[in-house]
Every structure is written in structure tokens, then in C-alpha cells.
């Protein structure tokens, strides 16, 4: 079975910086890209990266892109999502997802999501 | 700006069938787009239904479908119960390694 499990969500002020991670288990971790996606509270879903296969392709949301950083380690089943000079918009849930299957992928399998407050 | 469109609400009455689309505010919506849909409910994860236009992910009964109708990605939910009652995303592929998501629709059952 599928199971994704973020960590490092906490308050912290604008212009911080944070390290959230994500441990995966129950499939082959290096043979599947990775995502995180974010969800404002009350509002809907936003995609914020996405890192293919061996982690040496990333693409970021415009919002967050030259602030936030992707990062895998295929040899811990691990994601990372490094957020620098942090704003507070950037306050939000954050899931980390397994792709689909395919040549171009979607979000598939889900965390529970660790919860990001950036505020003074 | 909305890029990715999608209905703001809609109702189905129970055993109903109901169809949520996601467009674009400029274009057409085709497979190369690889269109998904997600369920979220307060207070859990998302739950994927459909994948690449019209895969079932794991797990989801088919009375949850997927396809292109017109120019837009469409969700047709059969037999609608009253736990489909949710909010709805789609998200598209938009390329160049861009995903976008709609800003989601309303599902009521009554």
C-alpha cells in the first residue's frame, strides 16, 4: 500500500525559511516523479513543483519559483521541499503525492499534509 | 485569472448522474492535457479519480468517469450518493512541465 508522510510544518515569520519532508513507502520509490501541492485554508488546490524520476528535472509554480527548491533522495524514499524568504500567502497545507503512471503524470497517491503558517 | 474553468456548483439528486467539466479561458481542452480529478473533503487528503482524461485510480467504483466532451475534460458521476457530496478539482497539464489547477466545483446531493 501507497503511504506518504510529511513533516516540518510549523509557524514560522515572512522572509524565513523552512525544510519540509516527506517519507514514502509501499512502492519503488526512484521509479515514480513526486509532487507537492498546496491547499490555502478554504480555498482550493494549488501545484506548487513536481521532480521527475532520478531528480535531475524540476519545475516550479511561478510564485514560488528561485524561493522554493525540490529535492529527492532515492536511496532514503524521501522528498524534500526547501521554502526560503517565505511570505505569508505561502500559508497553506502542504501534500506531498506520488505521480500516475505514464509519460506525463498527475498527482496520484497523497499525504495527509503538513500545515505551513507563515506569519508575524 | 482563472485559467483552468470550472463549474462553481452544482447539484445531482440522489441515483442521478451529473457531469462537472474543466475548461480553459482560452482554447480547447484535449487529452494532451492529461486532465485529473481530485475529491476533497474537510479535513482529509485529496482522493484522485481520475487520471490521464479517463484512468480510475485505485480503488474508485466506476460509476466515477472521465472523458473529453466538447472542448473541455469532463467528470460524470452515475448513481450519485450522498457521500459524493464534495468539492471537486480538476488540473490540467499545461506543458513545459506546468500543472494547473481549476478553482474547483461544489457537488450537492439533494
Known amino acids: 500500500e501507497v503511504h506518504l508522510v510529511e513533516f516540518g510544518g510549523v509557524v514560522v515569520q515572512p522572509g524565513g525559511f523552512l525544510r519540509l519532508s516527506c517519507a514514502a513507502s509501499g512502492f519503488t520509490f526512484g521509479d515514480y516523479s513526486m509532487y507537492w501541492v498546496r491547499q490555502i485554508p478554504g480555498k482550493g488546490l494549488e501545484w506548487v513543483c513536481v521532480?521527475?524520476?532520478?531528480?535531475?528535472?524540476?519545475y516550479y509554480v511561478d510564485s514560488v519559483k528561485g524561493r522554493f527548491t525540490i529535492s529527492r533522495d532515492n536511496t532514503k524514499n524521501s522528498l524534500f521541499l526547501q521554502m526560503n524568504s517565505l511570505r505569508t500567502e505561502d500559508t497553506a497545507m502542504y501534500y506531498c503525492?506520488?505521480?500516475?503512471?505514464?509519460?506525463?503524470?498527475?498527482?496520484?497517491?497523497w499525504g495527509q499534509g503538513t500545515l505551513v503558517t507563515v506569519s508575524s | 485569472q482563472t485559467v483552468v474553468t470550472q463549474e462553481t456548483s452544482l447539484s445531482v439528486s440522489p441515483g442521478g448522474t451529473v457531469t462537472l467539466t474543466c475548461g480553459l479561458r482560452s482554447g480547447s481542452v484535449s487529452t494532451s492535457h492529461y486532465p485529473s480529478w481530485y475529491q476533497l473533503t474537510p479535513g482529509q487528503a485529496p482522493r484522485t479519480l481520475i487520471y490521464s482524461t479517463n484512468t480510475r485510480s485505485s480503488g474508485v467504483p466506476d460509476r466515477f468517469s472521465g472523458s473529453i466532451l466538447g472542448n473541455k475534460a469532463a467528470l460524470t458521476i452515475t448513481g450519485a450518493q450522498a457521500d459524493d457530496e464534495s468539492d471537486y478539482y480538476c488540473v490540467l497539464y499545461m506543458g513545459s512541465g506546468i500543472r494547473v489547477f481549476g478553482g474547483g466545483t461544489r457537488l450537492t446531493v439533494l
Open positions: 521532480i521527475n524520476r532520478d531528480g535531475r528535472i524540476t
Open positions: 503525492a506520488r505521480g500516475s503512471s505514464g509519460s506525463v503524470t498527475s498527482p496520484e497517491y
